[in-house]
């Protein structure tokens, strides 16, 4: 049996590699999201504590491009089990953030609107030294949200994306790699 080229092994490896990459991120989005949904999916059912909101602000910030966007800071105090916590988290999703639940920013806001009127409707929801019910994950007294109920199907897309993308992208690259050598 002849030799391979060195070019041509190093081809096939290549291919090998891009396609075990794109099946394990591929693997890691299936998997990643699938978690996250059924650990959200059941906050109807969460139990609930007394909380405080201790800070209520709303943020303009420069949009990079002339204009402005605006932000929230809403941060609530609550007790479970004599333990005193805190939080930021209104919602639960997928967008990063504290035990992966609702967008932070490191300055401590949560996502950004593009008009000053839903800023100004959630500090309204929201006021400082408001009394709120806190719905907190009976496993995790860490994960903890005002307003509970399934994620969004829109963030659910978005933490699928990036590793679909790129998982199918060295997928597809490692084949063609693979196939020029057969």
Do not use: N
């Amino acid at each position: 049996m002849p030799s391979q080229a060195p070019s041509t092994k190093k081809q096939l490896v290549a291919g090998i590699c891009l396609l075990v990459i794109g099946l394990i991120l591929l693997t890691g989005g299936v998997v990643g999201v699938g978690w996250r949904y059924h650990m959200f999916s059941g906050s109807e059912s969460w139990p609930t504590t007394r909380g405080t909101v201790i800070a209520s602000e709303k943020l303009q910030s420069d949009d990079g491009e002339g204009g402005v966007d605006w932000k929230v800071r809403i941060q609530y105090e609550y007790t479970i089990d004599g333990v005193r916590r805190t939080a930021r988290t209104i919602a639960l999703g997928f967008m990063s953030g504290q035990s992966g639940v609702t967008s932070d920013f490191e300055d401590g806001t949560l996502p950004l609107f593009g008009e000053e009127e839903p800023a100004a409707a959630v500090v309204a929801r929201y006021p400082a030294g408001a009394v709120v019910d806190a719905y907190y994950h009976p496993q995790d007294p860490e994960i903890v949200c005002l307003e509970r109920g399934d994620p969004e199907v829109s963030d659910l897309m978005m933490a699928f994306f990036a590793p679909l993308f790129f998982g199918v992208m060295a997928a597809m690259v490692g084949v063609l790699l693979i196939k020029v050598r057969y």
